[in-house]
């Protein structure tokens, strides 16, 4: 499934609640989402989160903010959206 949402914002965080709640702000765009994969692009650059069941919780529009509930076993942000990883924050997530 793909979706194309756009956003706006300067500011970027995010919460990972016992790696099955992932709470983010700043989101610009949401490029595309299966239950396996999200990218989306933030305020500091695109965020490729995989696991599996993942679902689009909460969207909200007016704060830039996205929930998403699953199985969360990696995050990583990415130079180039469909190829290389800069910095893999998989290690922390075991």
Same mark, same amino acid.
């Not at 069941?53 to 990696?74: A, P, R, Y």
């Given at each position: 499934?793909?979706?194309?949402? *756009? +956003?706006?914002?300067? @500011? *970027? *965080? !995010?919460? $990972?609640?016992?790696? %099955?709640? $992932?709470?983010?702000?700043?989101?610009?765009?949401?490029?595309?989402?299966?239950?396996? =994969? +999200? !990218?989306?692009?933030?305020?500091? #650059?695109? !965020?490729?989160?995989? #696991?599996?069941?993942?679902? $689009?919780?909460? $969207?909200?529009? =007016?704060?830039?903010?996205?929930?998403?509930? #699953?199985?969360?076993?990696?995050?990583? @942000?990415?130079?180039?959206? %469909?190829?290389?990883? =800069?910095?893999?924050?998989? %290690? +922390? !997530?075991?």
């Amino acid at each position: 499934m793909d979706n194309n949402l *756009h +956003f706006e914002t300067p @500011y *970027h *965080h !995010l919460c $990972l609640k016992d790696r %099955k709640t $992932l709470e983010l702000t700043g989101v610009k765009k949401i490029e595309s989402f299966d239950s396996f =994969e +999200f !990218l989306i692009e933030t305020s500091l #650059g695109f !965020l490729n989160v995989t #696991g599996t069941d993942l679902t $689009l919780v909460n $969207l909200n529009q =007016e704060q830039n903010e996205v929930s998403i509930k #699953g199985n969360i076993d990696s995050m990583a @942000y990415v130079t180039d959206k %469909k190829k290389k990883v =800069e910095k893999p924050l998989s %290690k +922390f !997530l075991r």
